[in-house]
């Protein structure tokens, strides 16, 4: 059975971030994941995670000016400064929650440029040799140009190859499925095929992008999938809900309380 993290970034949107951690655990999630908790000290995370007796599942290193359109920095030439200090920044949090794994965006850039993609090699590898230390995966997300113009990231053949051609240990694919199914589809196939490497999954409605609970994908089965192929890492539930976050988890109702 699929082990499920609340997104705190979309869900729960009804209390103040820090008040998520309990609001998720209320309805029965065991674990949260969040795009950016910068804006609040690192301690305070930690103790509303472990206050509410949840599992940090994920969270993305500082992307930049996000107000400002800024993706991250990773395929970025002439920012590697800045990446560098993206990864200090994150650590303490990742400290504090006791994270596994943290997301590295690659940010606005054109896929066809030679010195972006050289950029991405090298960003890429230099986060996961920063992190593996403290025991942490970094995970590389491709993401849909539709939500994202610009994005260099939007093709998983191109992360696969990439994390099948760098093999280190502890970068991982951050298998979104609702990006997945926008950009190419056949999105079992893709996940038989890129599973040795998926290091973390997220979930929502296509095209909505709400509760996983109807439209394009047939979630149930999707779930059965990822038991069938022995998946044992975590689905984040990163949907915005369609009303208040709790009278959309008819869904959920079976996996409530799963441990991770
Ligand atoms: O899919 C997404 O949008 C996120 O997982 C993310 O990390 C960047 O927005
Ligand atoms: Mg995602």
């Keep these: 059975m699929p082990r499920f993290a609340a997104n705190l970034t979309m869900m729960f949107n009804e209390v103040p971030f820090l008040d998520r951690f309990e609001a998720a655990a209320k309805a029965g999630f065991t674990a949260v994941e969040f795009l950016f908790p910068y804006d609040h000290p690192a301690e305070e995370v930690g103790k509303r995670l472990k206050a509410a007796g949840l599992t940090q599942a994920l969270f993305n290193l500082p992307p930049g000016d996000w107000n400002a359109g800024e993706k991250g920095f990773a395929a970025l030439p002439d920012r590697f400064a800045d990446l560098q200090q993206s990864l200090k920044t994150a650590l303490p949090y990742a400290q504090a929650t006791g994270v596994k794994r943290v997301h590295l965006m690659a940010g606005i850039a054109?896929?066809?440029?030679?010195?972006?993609?050289?950029?991405?090699?090298?960003?890429?590898?230099?986060?996961?040799?920063?992190?593996?230390?403290?025991?942490?995966?970094?995970?590389?997300?491709?993401?849909?140009?539709?939500?994202?113009?610009?994005?260099?990231?939007?093709?998983?053949?191109?992360?696969?190859?990439?994390?099948?051609?760098?093999?280190?240990?502890?970068?991982?694919?951050?298998?979104?499925?609702?990006?997945?199914?926008?950009?190419?589809?056949?999105?079992?196939?893709?996940?038989?095929?890129?599973?040795?490497?998926?290091g973390h999954i997220q979930i929502a409605s296509i095209p909505s992008r709400n509760e996983p609970d109807g439209e394009e994908l047939n979630y149930p089965f999707?779930?059965?999938?990822?038991?069938?192929?022995?998946?044992?890492?975590?689905?984040?539930?990163?949907?915005?809900?369609?009303?208040?976050?709790?009278?959309?988890?008819?869904?959920?109702?079976?996996?409530?309380?799963?441990?991770?």
């Design 110 to 198: 054109d896929r066809g440029d030679r010195r972006a993609v050289e950029a991405f090699y090298k960003s890429v590898a230099n986060a996961a040799e920063f992190f593996a230390p403290h025991d942490l995966d970094v995970v590389i997300e491709p993401i849909n140009p539709r939500n994202v113009p610009g994005y260099f990231l939007n093709d998983f053949n191109f992360a696969y190859d990439l994390i099948s051609e760098l093999k280190i240990p502890n970068l991982k694919l951050q298998f979104d499925i609702y990006h997945c199914q926008i950009i190419h589809g056949d999105v079992t196939m893709r996940l038989r095929e890129m599973m040795p490497i998926i």
């Design 222 to 260: 999707l779930f059965g999938e990822l038991d069938r192929l022995g998946y044992g890492g975590f689905v984040g539930c990163e949907y915005n809900p369609r009303g208040k976050t709790t009278d959309g988890l008819a869904w959920f109702k079976p996996y409530a309380g799963v441990k991770p």
